[in-house]
C-alpha cells in the first residue's frame, strides 16, 4: 500500500474557508457517513450546539479535486441537516454551495442536478463504489471522468 501524505486542514476538520472555497467552485463531493456523533457546543460565543457527523470525503472536482479526507469530523448545519438523515455506511452524493446569513459565509451540501449526479456516477463506478480507498489514488488524479477525458464530456455542466 502506497503512503499518503496528510489532507491540509485545520486542526480535526477542513476549515470554513477551505470549505466556502470549494462552495465558490460549485465542487462535487461523495461523502460516506461513519458516525452520527452527539451533538457538542463548538463555543461558548454560540448558544445553539452543534450536530456533527464524522464522513469520509471524496472531492470530485473543483479546485481541490482528487482530495481525499478521511473521518472528517463535519459540523457545519450546511451539512449535517443533510448528512444527519442518513444512517452510518450510506454513500452521498452532493453540490457545495455557496451560502451567507447575515455578514457570515458558509459552505453548504446541496442535492445534485441529474447532469451533476450522472457525473459522480461515472466516478463512484470506476473507483468501484469506493473513491474513499487509499489505493485508488492514481484513478483520483488520472482518468476522472468529470475531467473530461470520457465520450460524454460534452453533456458535462461544467
Known amino acids: 500500500m502506497p503512503l ?21 467552485a460549485g465542487t462535487l463531493v461523495m461523502f460516506r457517513v461513519l458516525e452520527i456523533l452527539p ?15 464524522r464522513a469520509d470525503i471524496y472531492v470530485a472536482t473543483g479546485p481541490r ?9 463535519v459540523v457545519g448545519a450546511g451539512f449535517t441537516g443533510m448528512l444527519r438523515r ?5 454513500h452521498v ?4 454551495v455557496p451560502r ?4 457570515t459565509k458558509y459552505a453548504a451540501a446541496n442535492t445534485c ?5 450522472a457525473t459522480l456516477m461515472k466516478i463512484y463506478d470506476a473507483m468501484d463504489e469506493n473513491p474513499w480507498d487509499t489505493r485508488k489514488a492514481e484513478l483520483r488524479s ?8 470520457d465520450d460524454d464530456a460534452d453533456d458535462a455542466p461544467f
Request: no cysteine.
Open 86 to 90: 442518513e444512517e452510518p455506511g450510506a
Open 93 to 96: 452524493a452532493a453540490q457545495l
Open 113 to 117: 442536478t441529474d447532469d451533476q449526479l
Open 39 to 53: 451533538e457538542e457546543k463548538l463555543s461558548d460565543d454560540v448558544d445553539k450546539p452543534a450536530h456533527p457527523v
Open 142 to 149: 488520472e482518468g476522472n471522468p468529470a475531467d473530461g477525458d
Open 100 to 103: 451567507k446569513r447575515g455578514a
Open 65 to 73: 479535486k482528487g482530495e481525499l479526507f478521511l473521518s472528517e469530523k
Open 4 to 24: 499518503g501524505n496528510a489532507t491540509k486542514g485545520d486542526a480535526d476538520y477542513v476549515s470554513s474557508a477551505e470549505w466556502y472555497e470549494m462552495a465558490q
